[in-house]
């Protein structure tokens, strides 16, 4: 009796301690389980990657921009432009701050050679800047943007300048100034309208001749890897260097042209004339009989929608940099009987209602068309290699009309 007592016994604290361990253990799951599990992480995380890049795209000012393009300072410089001029669907802001509705940025079309005139820092460019095809009538005043190197971007730059102008002596001239760049300041601007102005023969040709001071030495100890360990080299000493100046033009250029944008190849798209405003005291309709008691409610009354479309469903994205988006809505819907003043109908389409309304003749009733527009900035590349920023106007409806 006590032996199958303690038999019993022991059995049941054997089955306390499995139970106690089998509640502190999970068992592993199978193969097809822990694949199914990391392939749902996965699935997240892409998709959480997918959103995050559409959500980059439709955030975006401008659209993507290649590797090259992001290192190109003369680039970065037109965007920092073209984000102070214009508001994030691309509308130039008010008050106007760049005293030009198109600014060109010209790169040096030669060869530029430089010229260590000491051992200091005193160098020199030689450019040239083709200016053919250019209305330089136009020209409200001419700049040349100093970039400096991006290596020792932490650094102030001092630099004195001197431009001089190449040719005939007759249209040879020399200015001067100074460069100043706080650290992480990219570039700078430097007056030049006198150097373009002079110019007729389509080429502008400069030298740039920088003296900067001594003291923006730096030690840089560049890192090597030898056998996986990384191993401290030689130190390497740079010098605060500025690039090849850019040329930039401020231009009041004519109205532009969208068509221009879609090259020469599109079918160019029908021009609406801008209609005009019609005075109130001279509205013919207050002196039709009986036209103004009636009236009737449109089922789907005239008005301004929006429709906001990127310019890669275009396909103008290879070379419009800015905006991403545009939005130039569109008006649509039916007229209706009473032409009031709000809609700024002329007195033509106001008697043209009305025979239509008598049904004289064959005669539609009168469109639901734009009124007011407002101008759109746009940042494009040229083929070759320009940077041009332009105002073109009439590019986005603000308000409806009958006509």
Same mark, same amino acid.
């Given at each position: ?51 995050? +890049? &559409? ?10 921009? %290649?590797?090259?393009?992001?290192? +190109? ?77 991006? =290596?020792?971007? &932490? ?16 249209? !040879? ?19 030049? %309208?006198? &150097? ?18 001594? +003291?923006?030495?730096?030690?840089? %100890? ?34 532009? +042209?969208?068509?221009?944008? /879609?090259?020469? /190849? ?9 209609? !005009? !405003? ?7 309709? /207050? ?36 905006? &991403? ?6 008006? !649509? ?33 009168? /469109? ?28 986005? =409806? ?6």
């Amino acid at each position: 009796m006590k032996a199958t007592n303690s038999h019993s016994l022991f059995n049941i604290l054997i089955f306390l301690c499995l139970f106690a361990m089998s509640s502190t253990f999970t068992p592993p799951r199978n193969a097809g389980e822990m694949a199914s599990s990391l392939s749902s992480h996965g699935d997240i995380s892409s998709l959480q990657s997918s959103q995050n +890049d &559409h959500s980059r795209q439709q955030n975006l000012r401008h659209r993507f921009l %290649t590797k090259d393009q992001v290192a +190109d300072q003369n680039l970065q410089y037109m965007l920092s432009l073209y984000n102070r001029a214009a508001d994030t669907d691309g509308r130039p802001r008010e008050p106007r701050i760049l005293g030009s509705n198109t600014v060109r940025l010209i790169r040096s079309t030669s060869t530029p050679k430089r010229y260590h005139t000491s051992p200091d820092q005193q160098y020199s460019y030689i450019v040239e800047y083709e200016l053919k095809a250019l209305p330089l009538e136009k020209l409200v005043r001419a700049s040349v943007i100093h970039l400096r190197t991006t =290596a020792l971007s &932490h650094l102030p730059v001092s630099c004195g300048v001197n431009v001089s102008s190449l040719g005939p002596a007759s249209q !040879r001239v020399s200015s001067g100034g100074s460069v100043m760049l706080r650290p992480h300041d990219q570039w700078t601007e430097m007056d030049i %309208t006198p &150097h373009v102005s002079s110019q007729n023969e389509g080429r502008l040709s400069l030298t740039v001749q920088y003296q900067c001071v001594e +003291d923006r030495l730096v030690k840089i %100890t560049m890192l090597r890897r030898r056998g996986g360990r990384r191993t401290h080299g030689k130190p390497v000493y740079l010098r605060t260097q500025l690039k090849v100046p850019a040329l930039l033009l401020f231009l009041e250029e004519e109205a532009g +042209d969208p068509r221009e944008w /879609a090259g020469p /190849a599109e079918v160019p798209a029908p021009s609406v004339p801008r209609p !005009r !405003r019609s005075k109130e005291p001279g509205s013919i309709g /207050a002196d039709i009989p009986n036209y103004m008691r009636k009236n009737s409610v449109a089922k789907t009354q005239c008005k301004l929608h929006s429709y906001r479309v990127t310019f890669r469903d275009l396909d103008w994205d290879r070379w419009i940099i800015a905006p &991403h988006k545009y939005n130039p809505r569109y008006c !649509r819907g039916d007229c209706p009987r009473i032409l009031h003043y709000g809609y700024n109908s002329p007195n033509h389409a106001i008697v043209q209602n009305f025979i239509n309304e008598m049904g004289v003749g064959e005669v539609p009733p009168p /469109a639901c068309v734009p009124y007011k527009y407002k101008p759109i900035s746009v940042l494009m590349m040229e083929k070759n290699g320009s940077i041009v920023y332009k105002e073109y106007e009439d590019m986005i =409806a603000e308000s409806c009309t009958c006509r």
